[in-house]
């Protein structure tokens, strides 16, 4: 049901200051770049006279979830994978979406987040269309697999459960999904879908509002989004073409959502969420920075990296994809977006920001969708995975084949 515009969002014992949610992006959403968005979130409340304070049961200035994570790989200790849920020491409440295919694994995988301090809001990945997913019956496959789906979901809730009584929380941390509108046109599936998650614990359901097909291509079906919300109880969260405040306010408008999720929107851009902060409550402040701003956050990006990371050269590496998003529309020159490309050290970054005119006003083209689109494709999916929603011999073999690999994930560069 439509959420009253004065009642605070709850997501099970966890409220939002300001509805909205950073989505997990692969080698995006981590520690320092979630910082720099709730930064700007944070900003706005301060702004509007609110709280600022964030705790384990109140997320300030929204929700900002860690990159998706491989459960296998947390069970079996991996460090690497380890390294990604680390948070930053002020974030709370922590947030990290799991994704795997095997019901013991999440659960387990679960349990060790929560127990460690690692998370007090667990979110399953249902949603990714990417091929190396889906092609072994993961992401936005499962949902067709009703009852392995429902069972994932089961064991999840329990994990999060027992992890929370580990930690001594007072409460248990919620968990909830993400998932698509279907495979296709012919299969959409995302009522059935969101029913079962509510049947079987959620506190929320998040709604890419694409088919597995349509990948990031078109536009995003948002009455999808309005017709969940006219048969759930639980808070439905919208997802895809949030680009703006005004984005943001038009989707709620338009589907009654309980929250937006922000994805691509917020590439190169986290003063997004002080723009949706603002828009949410019909205020017109909006941040637009000058191209000596951007320079300024780029650089306190790449710092944070550092920091949070401890090897300068890696940090940077990771940095290169993000400049084409942070300059998008800004007149800098090929040998500067050159430079910024192959970009290896803290010196060499200041070095080619400090050639870029600081005075240069926001332009028009650093507007909009950022980061992959792609087109409509058939999916890629395990042989006879559409001929039945039953769990039948074939698919059983390929989740238990698929349940065993660590790369079953975004962490090998599926992009």
């Not at 014992?13 to 981590?30: C, E, F, S």
């Not at 998370?119 to 889906?134: E, L, R, S």
């Not at 993961?138 to 930690?167: M, Q």
């Not at 002080?274 to 650089?299: F, K, M, N």
């Amino acid at each position: 049901m439509p959420r009253a515009a004065e009642e605070p969002l709850a997501i099970g014992p966890i409220t939002l200051g300001v509805a909205q949610v950073l989505a997990p992006m692969a080698d995006v959403t981590n520690a320092p770049f979630r910082s720099l968005c709730r930064d700007a979130a944070l900003r706005a409340v301060a702004e509007r006279g609110g709280e600022v304070t964030s705790t384990a049961r109140h997320a300030a200035g929204g929700l900002f979830v860690c990159e998706m994570i491989t459960a296998r790989a947390l069970v079996d200790e991996r460090p690497s994978t380890w390294r990604l849920v680390a948070a930053d020491p002020g974030e709370t409440p922590r947030s990290v979406q799991l994704h795997g295919v095997d019901p013991h694994t999440m659960g387990l995988a679960a349990r060790k987040l929560v127990s460690r301090g690692l998370a007090h809001h667990i979110d399953i990945n249902f949603g990714c269309p990417v091929p190396k997913i889906t092609r072994k019956g993961g992401g936005s496959a499962l949902p067709w697999k009703t009852s392995r789906y429902v069972d994932i979901i089961r064991h999840t809730i329990a994990g999060a459960r027992a992890g929370s009584n580990d930690a001594g929380l007072d409460f248990v941390a919620p968990v909830t999904v993400k998932i698509r509108s279907g495979i296709d046109d012919d299969h959409r599936i995302f009522r059935d879908a969101a029913l079962a998650a509510q049947d079987a614990g959620v506190a929320a359901v998040c709604l890419h509002a694409r088919t597995t097909a349509e990948y990031y291509s078109g536009s995003a079906h948002w009455d999808d989004i309005a017709s969940l919300v006219d048969v759930l109880d639980v808070p439905v969260l919208g997802n895809g073409d949030i680009g703006s405040g005004e984005d943001a306010h038009d989707m709620m408008a338009h589907t009654g959502c309980a929250a937006v999720e922000v994805g691509r929107g917020a590439q190169g851009r986290p003063w997004i969420f002080y723009d949706i902060a603002h828009a949410l409550a019909g205020d017109p402040r909006r941040w637009e920075p000058t191209s000596g701003q951007v320079c300024d956050l780029v650089r306190e990006h790449a710092s944070r990296l550092v920091s949070w990371g401890g090897d300068e050269e890696h940090a940077l590496r990771d940095m290169r994809k993000h400049m084409g998003w942070y300059l998008r529309g800004f007149p800098v020159g090929g040998e500067i977006k050159r430079g910024l490309s192959r970009v290896s050290s803290l010196a060499e970054l200041d070095e080619l920001l400090e050639a870029i005119d600081p005075e240069i006003a926001y332009p028009v083209a650093a507007k909009g969708l950022h980061g992959r689109k792609g087109r409509t494709r058939p999916p890629k999916l395990p042989h006879g995975w559409l001929a039945t929603r039953d769990l039948d011999e074939a698919a059983h073999a390929v989740l238990d084949r698929a349940a065993l690999e660590h790369d079953l994930s975004y962490e090998s560069r599926v992009n």
